[in-house]
């Protein structure tokens, strides 16, 4: 199997895990729905494995490859794909998210095991799981912001879980909001970016995108500084910081999901995914104060 081919099972283990523990509660026993819960996150793990060892066996440069099933949304000249886009970046991060994840379920699969919400946490966290998943390895831009919003209310629902506490609660819808404002600056970018390129594609924005903008041009800083608006919103860094803390209010679990190493990376993604753009753009990204021909020369 290819490594697009195992990338597609390592977001759809997930889904169907939340699927089957949340439709099944009344009839699947509690540990048995924490078991399906990990088990599928600790399938997509393997499966991550799977994908990178696919990369692996091909030549450097051909390490990216681009999937879809269908035109998700097509109008007007808009030609939107449910696609993924597996290269060593997606490759890394879905390793790191499958992978620390399995390990916050399994801890999860004792730790709740006297919660009158087993069903409900594990369904949940699977679902988290998927949205981080569907970030990392959206193809265009459209899927990046499903994702991202899922992820937002994925973290609200969890940070919320214990509902009968007024401080829970308060707790999840900051975080929901101040995510929700970073979504905006993603979306706005996005629209930017289909305006000058016409194309909400991966690959098409990164080829054309050095020689639709010069180096430095508003637009282009414009652009950056709005996909920074959504990293710095979802990663917790000023002046959106404000609802980490909060977030303490859940179990301890969803601590170390959302804190430890998936939600507060999707901003680091983010970055690292459009650093092409950010390239075009040293004001947003103080490029220029940090490496300058004269300089690396001077090296």
Same mark, same amino acid.
């Given at each position: 199997?290819?490594?697009?081919?195992?990338?597609?099972?390592?977001?759809?283990?997930?889904?169907?895990?939340?699927?089957?523990?949340?439709?099944?509660?009344?009839?699947?026993?509690?540990?048995?729905? %924490?078991?399906? %819960?990990?088990?599928?996150?600790?399938?997509?793990?393997?499966?991550?494995?799977?994908?990178?060892?696919?990369?692996?066996?091909?030549?450097?440069?051909?390490?990216?490859?681009?999937?879809?099933?269908?035109?998700?949304?097509?109008?007007?000249?808009?030609?939107?794909?449910?696609?993924? @886009?597996?290269?060593?970046?997606?490759?890394?991060?879905?390793?790191?998210?499958?992978?620390?994840?399995?390990?916050?379920?399994? @801890?999860?699969?004792? @730790?709740?095991?006297?919660?009158?919400?087993?069903?409900?946490?594990?369904? !949940?966290?699977?679902?988290?799981?998927?949205?981080?998943?569907?970030?990392?390895?959206?193809?265009?831009?459209?899927?990046?912001?499903?994702?991202?919003?899922?992820?937002?209310?994925?973290? !609200?629902?969890?940070?919320?879980?214990? !509902?009968?506490?007024?401080?829970?609660?308060?707790?999840?819808?900051?975080?929901?909001?101040?995510?929700?404002?970073?979504?905006?600056?993603?979306?706005?970018?996005?629209?930017?970016?289909?305006?000058?390129?016409?194309?909400?594609?991966?690959?098409?924005?990164?080829?054309?995108?050095?020689?639709?903008?010069?180096?430095?041009?508003?637009?282009?800083?414009?652009?950056?500084?709005?996909?920074?608006?959504?990293?710095?919103?979802?990663?917790?860094?000023?002046?959106?910081?404000?609802?980490?803390?909060?977030?303490?209010?859940?179990?301890?679990?969803?601590?170390?999901?959302?804190?430890?190493?998936?939600?507060?990376?999707?901003?680091?993604?983010?970055?690292?995914?459009?650093?092409?753009?950010? @390239?075009?753009?040293?004001?947003?990204?103080?490029?220029?104060?940090?490496?300058?021909?004269?300089?690396?020369?001077?090296?």
């Amino acid at each position: 199997m290819s490594a697009t081919g195992w990338a597609w099972l390592v977001l759809l283990l997930p889904l169907l895990g939340s699927l089957v523990v949340a439709l099944g509660f009344r009839a699947i026993p509690a540990r048995v729905a %924490g078991a399906i %819960g990990t088990l599928s996150i600790g399938l997509a793990f393997a499966c991550a494995v799977a994908a990178l060892i696919g990369l692996l066996g091909e030549d450097a440069d051909a390490r990216h490859h681009a999937s879809s099933l269908w035109t998700y949304a097509g109008a007007a000249g808009l030609d939107i794909k449910l696609g993924i @886009y597996v290269d060593q970046l997606s490759a890394f991060m879905m390793l790191v998210v499958t992978g620390v994840s399995a390990l916050i379920h399994l @801890y999860s699969f004792g @730790y709740m095991k006297s919660d009158e919400g087993y069903h409900r946490f594990f369904a !949940y966290l699977n679902f988290f799981v998927f949205s981080m998943l569907l970030l990392v390895l959206a193809g265009n831009f459209v899927l990046l912001i499903v994702g991202w919003a899922f992820v937002g209310f994925a973290s !609200y629902a969890l940070i919320s879980f214990w !509902y009968r506490r007024t401080t829970a609660t308060r707790a999840g819808m900051k975080a929901f909001v101040i995510n929700v404002v970073g979504d905006i600056g993603l979306v706005l970018a996005a629209l930017l970016l289909f305006r000058e390129l016409g194309t909400f594609d991966y690959g098409a924005v990164f080829a054309a995108a050095p020689h639709a903008f010069d180096r430095g041009s508003w637009t282009i800083t414009a652009i950056c500084l709005l996909l920074l608006v959504g990293a710095f919103a979802k990663s917790a860094q000023l002046p959106f910081h404000t609802w980490l803390p909060d977030a303490m209010e859940g179990p301890t679990p969803v601590s170390s999901l959302i804190h430890a190493a998936t939600m507060v990376t999707a901003g680091v993604y983010l970055i690292a995914r459009t650093h092409v753009l950010f @390239y075009l753009a040293p004001t947003s990204s103080g490029w220029r104060r940090c490496w300058s021909p004269a300089r690396s020369r001077s090296r």
